[in-house]
């Protein structure tokens, strides 16, 4: 079967890529898919395997009504390869190769440089995985744990989307790499997942909501740019992940969402007025504000480490070769090549942040982190909106970007969420006023109690505005009685 745009699920492996008639890539697809199946058991979420699941598959990579609903048990979910449809004429549309035509193979020049982009984003997706996989058991209702299984399986299908890449196009290299992006994992001493952020603890669902809205942030614009890529089969999976990746934001915002509902519900119905008094605000069982400020404090600085450097020479040398381009890149109106073209880089001059002139080819990293910022304020602003709503006095705020930061310009010195450059006792001494500190983690996992009836949420968390594919409010999202 040629490349489609339904899905062919006669094969082992559903895919719209015509692998029946690309046995190699079959083969090797087939050989690792045990390995994928044994991590999935071991790694992927514990407790709940052997449970049906609502959970929505690709079935066409059409845009309007690419998904299909049903019970299925999550070892039995079908991940395939799911490429966007190619466009004939699609052209290099940036860098030095501007106006050739994208790329059907590697380009020899360039294979190193791939491979190490492709490996870095196929190992975030098992790491998330591997990050989340303690939730279920601690699920505020049957909603949410139908949804964080839903992003789990979106993440192992991601997984196979760069497995595939390196598997066709990277010969016995690429084979090695995805073994290895099926051997480390996240938070372990001996061998850890690639990035920072993936080697972090997700505690508790505020966590779990914080990473999807600000971390898989960082993911939809990461995979944006390489949407951009010449080179095309890169851009075409990537394509389509965004597709799903939709879904994961939504999951963060509207669950951060609703834990800020029930909170301001539950001051107004106290008659608490002052969101800084947590100690009367802990006792009706919902999440004080201020603490939600201080996780996404956390979940925003180290969403910030993922852009890398400011100023990047590997990220300049992505662009001019046409292998990573920027967010929207075809919209944007400039040359594309970015000759002599400057912009603006914070950075840190005599102790103080200030705003420098780079030339755009080196500050790649920094134009893709405005980019994100300006995306998750637009989503604070939306909290703020709800919050405002109630009559509760609280702001959320995104902290600055030289807050508790690890790589890059900032990495090395310590600041405050409004930026003023600390020492380092002074940032030991407050730190606990802008982090979570080990108490606030306690109180919220004292919440985390279960909650699976059908129909029911936990006391800290408002139910949805709407059911998944309009279920009703007690729809059976996870018969965990099989669990
Ligand atoms: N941690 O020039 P620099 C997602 C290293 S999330 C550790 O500043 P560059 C998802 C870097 O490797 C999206 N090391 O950075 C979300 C380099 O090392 P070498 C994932 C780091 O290369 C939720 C050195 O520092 N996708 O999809 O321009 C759930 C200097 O590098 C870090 C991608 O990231 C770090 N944070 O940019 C599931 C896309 N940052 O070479 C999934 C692919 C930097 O000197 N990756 N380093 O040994 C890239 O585009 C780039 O590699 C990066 C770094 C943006 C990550």
């Given at each position: 079967m040629p490349e489609t745009t339904t899905v062919d699920y006669s094969t082992k492996i559903p895919n719209n890529v015509g692998l029946m008639d690309d046995q190699r890539v079959l083969k090797a697809l087939e050989q690792w898919h045990p390995g994928y199946i044994d991590w999935w058991m071991t790694m992927g979420p514990a407790g709940f395997q052997t449970a049906d699941v609502y959970l929505r598959t690709a079935v066409s990579i059409d845009p309007k009504g690419w998904a299909k609903f049903d019970y299925v048990k999550m070892p039995e979910y079908r991940w395939g390869i799911l490429l966007a449809?190619?466009?004939?004429?699609?052209?290099?549309?940036?860098?030095?190769?501007?106006?050739d035509k994208a790329w059907q193979e590697v380009p020899g020049e360039y294979r190193a440089m791939l491979r190490r982009l492709i490996v870095i984003q196929g190992d975030t997706e098992p790491a998330s995985v591997e990050q989340q996989r303690h939730l279920g058991k601690t699920a505020p209702s049957l909603y949410d744990m139908r949804n964080l299984f839903q992003v789990n399986v979106e993440e192992g299908r991601h997984l196979w989307a760069m497995v595939y890449l390196l598997q066709k196009y990277f010969g016995k290299d690429g084979r090695e790499e995805a073994e290895g992006l099926l051997q480390r994992r996240s938070?372990?001493?001996?061998?850890?997942?690639?990035?920072?952020?993936?080697?972090?603890?997700?505690?508790d669902w505020l966590s779990f909501f914080m990473f999807t809205f600000f971390t898989d942030r960082d993911g939809k614009m990461q995979l944006e740019s390489l949407a951009q890529s010449g080179f095309d089969p890169l851009s075409r999976t990537c394509r389509f992940m965004l597709t799903e990746e939709a879904h994961h934001m939504f999951v963060g915002e509207t669950g951060v969402g609703r834990a800020i509902e029930r909170t301001c519900k539950a001051m107004q119905e106290a008659g608490i007025e002052d969101p800084n008094d947590i100690a009367a605000v802990r006792k009706l069982g919902v999440i004080d504000l201020p603490t939600m400020q201080k996780k996404a404090n956390l979940h925003f600085s180290l969403s910030l480490d993922l852009f890398g450097s400011e100023v990047s020479t590997n990220a300049a040398n992505y662009y001019s070769s046409g292998v990573k381009g920027r967010f929207q890149e075809t919209r944007i109106e400039d040359d594309h090549q970015l000759m002599s073209a400057t912009y603006p880089v914070s950075k840190l001059v005599d102790g103080k942040v200030k705003m420098m002139d780079e030339p755009a080819l080196t500050a790649i990293n920094m134009r893709l982190r405005d980019d994100y910022v300006a995306d998750c304020a637009k989503g604070v602003e939306r909290w703020n909106k709800a919050i405002e709503k109630t009559g509760v006095k609280f702001k959320l705020a995104l902290p600055h970007v030289?807050?508790?930061?690890?790589?890059?310009?900032?990495?090395n010195v310590k600041a405050s969420p409004e930026g003023e450059v600390l020492s380092e006792a002074e940032w030991a001494r407050r730190k606990d006023q802008w982090l979570p500190s080990k108490a606030d983690g306690d109180f919220i996992a004292s919440l985390m109690a279960p909650c699976w009836e059908r129909g029911k949420f936990a006391s800290w968390i408002a139910p949805p505005k709407a059911g998944i594919d309009n279920k009703p409010g007690d729809f059976e999202y996870v018969k965990v009685h099989q669990a």
């Open positions: 449809p190619r466009q004939e004429d699609r052209q290099v549309n940036f860098g030095t190769h501007k106006g938070g372990d001493a001996d061998k850890p997942r690639m990035l920072g952020a993936f080697n972090e603890e997700t505690p030289a807050f508790h930061r690890g790589i890059g310009e900032f990495g």
